[in-house]
């Protein structure tokens, strides 16, 4: 997507594969004290070691600190850290240990629809129930916790509803959640003992004005000891997003809170069948969450090129929204956060018969012409799920400013055409 990695990073990841460069006067010195530090914590000075299943010590130290910085000195335990090969990898192995039972009593859990269809994809691999619960399209996509306390008496009636899953910013929906929004989510999930599965990938992508990150850990924390001692919480991160995009190494974490000593006993030998999460993944995850400090060499060129990835990303968010809903027939919300845009498609009655026609789902009909016709690869909403009767595509907002623009600008002569043909 023409997006240049962020130098730091890859000095230091530099320094820690081939450590001889530690003697080369090409790199500052703060590089090579990172390097030097993650390399002593691995076994015999090298990347090429095994590490602890949860992952080498010092880099969970820094995982932590980071969290306590991000949430305002909320503390972090870095016994409750635990990195992951990318985030994919802490959800799929939390999912593991939650989901149990048969019949009535088999655990369900709540996803939010349109969701990520990785959450779908590992649920069916494990045979848990999946318990849709939909995203308010009409106020920004927003979280309604009514639509949440329907889903889990609904379900109450086929399965047993445990695990609560929240992206946050969304994907594919690209909402932020409002604090208030948050407190309501702790607040149903400790009446209803819940355990919240916080999918926070996105936090350094929200581009509104007049929204902000909120970690799940730090209003848990804020809401006092009943809820902050109670609520089980797994929160996971990335190098694979932000302003990183390192996507490649697979390196991550998540943070678990509240869970009983005995099954994070059974956590831990869960981890341990899968070894350790590869250890140059884990490095990179150390750099994102210990980056150049003030009064660093590296400081300077780090915070420009992070700001100049974060404000481009911003820039392209608006231009998205303003050039979709410029279009006839499609409806585009704000894009709060993440990298993706999840419009609303308007189609005309003799699209959706022949699509039913050639056996596909009008948006997938869609985008499969688009795809034809065009060369421009989007996902029909249908892949993420929607609700019944409403038809979307996923785009991301990752390429060059002037190739978005073109791309864009295809899709709107495209549509125009589409709904001409189909008129």
């Not at 001889?20 to 530090?37: C, I, T, V, Y």
């Not at 995009?245 to 998540?254: F, L, P, V």
């Amino acid at each position: 997507m023409g997006q240049q990695p962020i130098t730091f990073l890859r000095q230091v990841m530099a320094l820690c594969t081939y450590p001889n460069l530690l003697d080369s006067p090409s790199f500052p010195e703060d590089a090579k004290k990172r390097a030097r530090r993650i390399l002593q914590a691995c076994g015999g000075n090298s990347l090429g070691s095994y590490s602890a299943s949860q992952g080498v010590n010092c880099i969970r130290e820094d995982v932590a600190a980071y969290i306590a910085r991000r949430d305002g000195g909320v503390p972090a335990d870095p016994d409750n850290i635990y990195l992951t090969t990318g985030a994919s990898d802490g959800i799929t192995t939390i999912l593991k240990i939650l989901v149990s039972g048969g019949g009535k009593s088999r655990t369900g859990v709540l996803i939010p629809i349109p969701q990520y269809p990785l959450y779908s994809a590992v649920l069916s691999e494990l045979g848990a129930v999946q318990v849709n619960y939909y995203l308010d399209e009409d106020n920004c996509w927003a979280l309604d916790v009514q639509e949440l306390r329907r889903a889990v008496r609904e379900a109450k009636e086929h399965c047993d509803p445990k695990v609560l899953c929240i992206i946050n910013p969304g994907n594919p929906t690209g909402q932020v959640q409002s604090r208030k929004c948050i407190e309501d989510v702790i607040h149903l999930a400790w009446e209803e003992k819940l355990f919240l599965l916080a999918d926070e990938v996105y936090q350094d992508n929200v581009y509104s004005a007049n929204c902000t990150f909120h970690s799940f850990k730090k209003v848990l924390w804020e809401l006092g000891p009943e809820y902050s001692s109670n609520v089980e919480l797994a929160s996971f991160h990335s190098t694979s997003k932000g302003y990183m995009g390192e996507c490649g190494y697979r390196g991550g974490y998540m943070e678990v809170v509240n869970l009983h000593p005995e099954i994070k006993g059974q956590l831990v030998k869960l981890l341990s069948v899968r070894l350790c999460p590869p250890v140059s993944g884990q490095a990179a995850m150390d750099i994102v969450v210990n980056p150049p400090r003030p009064g660093e060499e590296s400081f300077a060129q780090f915070v420009r090129e992070k700001e100049a990835v974060l404000s481009n990303l911003a820039e392209k968010a608006k231009l998205t929204e303003d050039l979709l809903n410029q279009v006839p027939g499609i409806r585009c919300n704000p894009l709060q956060g993440a990298m993706y845009a999840f419009p609303r498609l308007l189609l005309p009655p003799k699209a959706v018969e022949a699509a039913q026609a050639h056996g596909m789902a009008p948006d997938m009909f869609y985008c499969m012409r688009l795809l034809e016709e065009t060369g421009i690869c989007v996902v029909p909403g249908s892949g993420f799920g929607q609700r019944e009767g409403t038809y979307h595509f996923r785009i991301t907002i990752l390429p060059p400013v002037e190739k978005l623009k073109t791309v864009l600008q295809r899709v709107k002569d495209f549509h125009v055409q589409f709904l001409e043909e189909f008129a």
